[in-house]
């Protein structure tokens, strides 16, 4: 599906994400020794969320034909390590002449969008250590 390379260097923390054609940079605040030269880790995966969701409500107002202007959605991640619990708070904001059936409609497809689903469910993950080309023998 999607394969992102997250490649640090000696700069703390800055951090090069990739694709085969995109490039963003992460990085962390200068109060914890970073650059702030991009987002942080939970900024990108609250910001994740935020794009999926007005993409989603996007492509499902452009194939009924309604009148959406623009969609933001405003996400608030927090982290609770003591309590295991992450939660995701979004304010989500449609502009345009829309009815309230359509309003509704696009705040129920706001939550179905592939970034949330995935969030909702049990996540696996799989680490594979893998041998630098530079010290393998």
């Not at 390379?5 to 054609?21: G, V």
């Not at 991009?38 to 935020?50: I, R, V």
């Not at 009924?64 to 295991?84: C, F, R």
């Not at 705040?107 to 250590?129: K, S, W, Y």
Request: charged share 25%.
């Amino acid at each position: 599906m999607a394969l992102i390379t997250a490649r640090i260097e000696r700069t703390p923390y800055e951090t090069h994400l990739s694709t085969a054609s995109q490039v963003i940079v992460a990085d962390e605040p200068i109060e914890v020794g970073g650059q702030d030269r991009g987002m942080g880790p939970g900024e990108l995966l609250a910001g994740s969320l935020a794009s999926c969701t007005v993409m989603t409500v996007r492509m499902y107002a452009d194939r009924k034909g309604w009148p959406l202007d623009s969609a933001v959605a405003h996400v608030e991640y927090t982290n609770d390590s003591i309590a295991q619990r992450s939660l995701f708070t979004m304010k989500l904001i449609l502009n345009g002449d829309l009815t309230d059936e359509q309003r509704t409609r696009l705040a129920e497809i706001a939550d179905r969008c592939p970034v949330h689903r995935t969030l909702q469910n049990p996540i696996d993950f799989e680490t594979v250590l893998i041998e630098d080309s530079h010290t393998a023998h």
